[in-house]
């Protein structure tokens, strides 16, 4: 596979990495052994999260005796409290020394922005950890372009993880011209949107035109790691028929897709409202007795609360219905609960 020099970190991997948030969905057995099937192929930047629960330790006892061979990320919300316990949990639970990449996850607010850069904030506290040695280089992640373009003009961070695929390409006009002039590294998360195309050829392919980011598909099975290597292993050229089948696929998700933007926010009844519109994305990769029982009750239970007073329709440059998307999801999410439910009586 083609190799990417991740920015100035200067490390260097082959493009096709491995996100570790399905693993969770495994028994433990099972989720190492996919793993194991990723190091096999070559694929060795391995991505997690401190907030995956059972990802870490699962990643970590697949690289027991290789941790010279791989390359770990992971990452802790940008909030101080959190970053302290939580990289010394990751350390343990990963059973490693160090950490080569320590991102400050989800900072997608100018609120959230300003606390990890404060005096003493978050970013402090990975700088003094990366002075002791337990972090190589500090990143950060992103699901909002502006608060992902200030985080990055800052010079802070030396790579940068942001939703990229072909149904969601504002990255490839907004931040990777930043990323490149700067010298930072672009980690592709969501290049199937989220679980939203399943057509991994196309995606991948796609992708592929920007020879100098790492892309993370979550991976839940080992069949999963191998077609997508080989994908990155044939011919990366698009077809004409697969450039037709990305126009249908656009066509067909295109008027309803939510880009994670978060120009629609705030929202006056204070709805998450890209996660609400994304929810069938979580319900893929998240265990589903998580899914159910806490994730999904939480956040359909402040959907409950619209005023239907259509802030967000007028401030979304897609001019989605959101109101009506909102409510098709939680009335999703309630039957699917119920069949939940019902199955496990």
Same mark, same amino acid.
């Given at each position: 596979?083609?190799?990417?020099?991740?920015?100035?970190?200067?490390?260097?991997?082959?493009?096709?990495?491995?996100?570790?948030?399905?693993?969770?969905?495994?028994?433990?057995?099972?989720?190492?052994?996919?793993?194991? /099937?990723?190091?096999?192929?070559?694929?060795?930047?391995? #991505?997690?999260?401190?907030?995956?629960?059972?990802?870490?330790?699962?990643?970590?006892?697949?690289?027991?005796?290789?941790?010279?061979?791989?390359?770990?990320?992971?990452?802790?919300?940008?909030?101080?409290?959190?970053?302290?316990?939580? $990289?010394?949990? @990751?350390?343990? /639970?990963?059973?490693?020394?160090?950490?080569?990449?320590?991102?400050?996850? %989800?900072?997608?607010?100018?609120?959230? $922005?300003?606390?990890?850069?404060?005096?003493?904030?978050?970013?402090?506290?990975? *700088?003094?950890?990366?002075?002791?040695?337990?972090?190589?280089?500090?990143?950060?992640?992103?699901?909002?372009?502006?608060?992902? *373009?200030?985080?990055?003009?800052?010079?802070?961070? +030396?790579? $940068?993880?942001?939703?990229?695929?072909?149904?969601?390409?504002?990255?490839?006009?907004?931040?990777?011209?930043?990323?490149?002039?700067?010298?930072? %590294?672009?980690?592709?998360?969501?290049?199937?949107?989220?679980?939203?195309?399943?057509?991994?050829?196309?995606?991948?392919?796609?992708?592929?035109?920007?020879?100098?980011?790492?892309?993370?598909?979550?991976?839940?099975?080992?069949?999963?790691?191998?077609?997508?290597?080989? &994908?990155?292993?044939?011919?990366? *050229?698009?077809?004409?028929?697969?450039?037709?089948?990305?126009?249908?696929?656009?066509?067909?998700?295109?008027?309803?897709?939510?880009?994670?933007? #978060?120009?629609?926010?705030?929202?006056?009844?204070?709805?998450? &409202?890209?996660?609400?519109?994304?929810?069938? @994305?979580?319900? =893929?990769?998240?265990?589903?007795?998580?899914?159910?029982?806490?994730?999904?009750? +939480?956040?359909?239970?402040?959907?409950?609360?619209?005023?239907?007073?259509? *802030?967000?329709?007028?401030?979304?440059?897609?001019?989605?219905?959101?109101?009506?998307?909102?409510? #098709?999801?939680?009335?999703?999410?309630?039957?699917?609960?119920?069949?939940? #439910?019902?199955? =496990? =009586?």
């Amino acid at each position: 596979m083609r190799t990417v020099r991740l920015g100035r970190t200067n490390i260097e991997v082959p493009q096709l990495g491995f996100g570790g948030i399905p693993i969770q969905r495994l028994n433990e057995k099972d989720a190492v052994k996919v793993v194991e /099937r990723c190091l096999d192929l070559g694929v060795v930047y391995l #991505d997690t999260a401190n907030g995956y629960s059972t990802s870490e330790e699962r990643i970590g006892k697949a690289i027991k005796g290789k941790r010279d061979k791989v390359i770990i990320a992971t990452k802790s919300m940008p909030v101080k409290e959190a970053v302290e316990k939580n $990289l010394k949990l @990751s350390l343990q /639970r990963l059973a490693v020394d160090y950490i080569d990449i320590y991102q400050l996850h %989800g900072v997608s607010t100018k609120a959230q $922005l300003e606390g990890v850069l404060a005096p003493g904030g978050p970013l402090d506290i990975v *700088k003094k950890a990366q002075k002791a040695g337990y972090i190589k280089h500090i990143g950060i992640t992103s699901h909002q372009i502006d608060i992902a *373009k200030k985080a990055i003009e800052t010079n802070e961070f +030396s790579t $940068l993880m942001f939703p990229f695929n072909f149904m969601a390409t504002e990255a490839a006009d907004i931040l990777l011209p930043v990323c490149r002039k700067m010298d930072i %590294g672009f980690i592709s998360m969501k290049p199937l949107a989220g679980g939203m195309v399943d057509k991994a050829t196309v995606c991948f392919k796609y992708l592929a035109q920007f020879p100098d980011i790492v892309l993370i598909p979550g991976i839940e099975k080992t069949e999963e790691i191998e077609e997508i290597h080989k &994908i990155m292993e044939g011919s990366l *050229k698009l077809t004409a028929a697969e450039k037709k089948a990305m126009e249908t696929i656009k066509q067909e998700l295109g008027p309803n897709f939510c880009h994670r933007c #978060d120009y629609c926010q705030p929202c006056t009844a204070g709805i998450p &409202i890209s996660m609400m519109m994304t929810i069938k @994305s979580f319900y =893929k990769r998240t265990p589903l007795d998580r899914f159910f029982n806490e994730m999904g009750p +939480s956040l359909m239970t402040r959907a409950a609360a619209c005023t239907q007073c259509g *802030k967000c329709e007028e401030r979304c440059p897609y001019h989605l219905p959101i109101r009506q998307l909102v409510a #098709d999801q939680l009335e999703w999410f309630n039957i699917e609960k119920k069949k939940w #439910d019902e199955g =496990k =009586k």
